[in-house]
Nanobody, 122 residues
Framework: VQLQASGGGLVQAGGSLRLSCAASGRTFSRYSMGWFRQALGKEREFVAAISWNGGSLYYADSVLGRFTISGDNAKNTVYLQMNSLKPEDTAVYYC????????????????WGQGTQVTVSS
């Protein structure tokens, strides 16, 4: 599976962005997908995940109620809608994939996209 993340950019605090992660491969529907982020000088952290069948959604406490993860199997794409953005959301955002079961930790994911920069100004 190859992943291509896009949609990052510069936005003012309180604004919104939608990230996309396009996947290649005919068995995309069997993969659970996650979004992670890494701020400068910090470890990569979990943001959100969606199970392979869309039945389970996980969110980090810091983004709950502001971010929404969704998937479109017909387009082999997963999205991260980010609303009410804060300066502390500034980071490189990565999408990742793993077979079947949903997970929160980076080490549980097998495939990674290249990352897209999100910068939130105050």
């Amino acid at each position: 599976v190859q992943l291509q993340a896009s949609g990052g950019g510069l936005v003012q605090a309180g604004g919104s962005l939608r990230l996309s992660c396009a996947a290649s491969g005919r068995t995309f529907s069997r993969y659970s997908m996650g979004w992670f982020r890494q701020a400068l000088g910090k470890e990569r952290e979990f943001v959100a995940a969606i199970s392979w069948n869309g039945g389970s959604l996980y969110y980090a406490d810091s983004v709950l109620g502001r971010f929404t993860i969704s998937g479109d199997n017909a387009k082999n794409t997963v999205y991260l809608q980010m609303n009410s953005l804060k300066p502390e959301d500034t980071a490189v955002y990565y999408c990742a994939a793993r077979m079947f079961t949903i997970a929160r930790t980076p080490t549980e994911y097998d495939y990674w996209g290249q990352g897209t920069q999100v910068t939130v100004s105050s």
